[in-house]
C-alpha cells in the first residue's frame, strides 16, 4: 500500500512541477515581449533631427529613416543598425550630421528593436540606391555585431563602423 501512495505522490509532483515549469516559461517569454515593445524612448533632441532643413532631407516610414545630403548626390551609403532595446530614432542626431557630411544614411528599424532578430534589414537598400557606389553598415551595440553579420553576407558592403560593440 505504501509503494502504491508513493508513486501516485510522485506522478503529483511531477505532474505540479511540470506546469509550473511550463507557467514559468510562458511568463518568461512574455516578460521579454513586454520588455521587447517599450524600448527606451528617444529625447527631443533626436526628434528635432527627424526634420529636414537645408543640408539633410528626411524620410522618415515605419521601417527605415533615410538622411540624405541635400546639396549633392551621394556615392557613399552607410547602412546604421540601432542598439539592443532602443528606439532607432534615438540615432537621429549623429546620422543627421554624417548625411550634412555628404553620406547618405540608411536608419533601419528591426524586429523587437533587437538588431540580432532582423539582420537583413539593410539588404533592400542595397539595390534599391544604385547610385550609391560604396557601401558601409555599421552600428551601436548588438546593432555592430548585427551589422556585422550583415556585411559578411554582402560583398557590396566594403567597410564597418562600431559604435561601442564588438
Request: charged share 20%.
Amino acid at each position: 500500500m505504501d509503494f502504491i501512495n508513493m508513486e501516485l505522490c510522485m506522478k503529483k509532483i511531477l505532474k505540479i512541477g511540470g506546469f509550473t515549469l511550463l507557467g514559468l516559461a510562458f511568463a518568461g517569454v512574455a516578460a521579454f515581449f513586454i520588455w521587447a515593445k517599450n524600448p527606451s524612448k528617444p529625447r527631443d533632441i533626436a526628434l528635432g533631427a527627424l526634420r529636414s532643413d537645408d543640408k539633410v532631407l528626411v524620410v522618415e516610414t515605419k521601417d527605415y529613416i533615410t538622411f540624405a545630403p541635400a546639396a549633392e548626390k551621394a556615392e557613399t551609403g552607410f547602412i546604421f543598425y540601432p542598439g539592443g532595446h532602443v528606439d532607432f530614432r534615438a540615432y537621429a542626431p549623429i546620422l543627421h550630421r554624417i548625411a550634412a557630411e555628404g553620406i547618405f544614411v540608411v536608419l533601419v528599424r528591426v524586429k523587437l528593436d533587437l538588431a540580432f532578430f532582423d539582420i537583413e534589414a539593410g539588404a533592400r537598400f542595397l539595390e534599391a540606391y544604385p547610385d550609391i557606389k560604396l557601401w558601409t553598415s555599421g552600428g551601436h551595440s548588438l546593432g555592430g555585431v548585427a551589422s556585422a553579420m550583415f556585411a559578411a553576407k554582402h560583398p557590396q558592403v566594403k567597410a564597418l563602423v562600431f559604435w561601442a560593440s564588438y
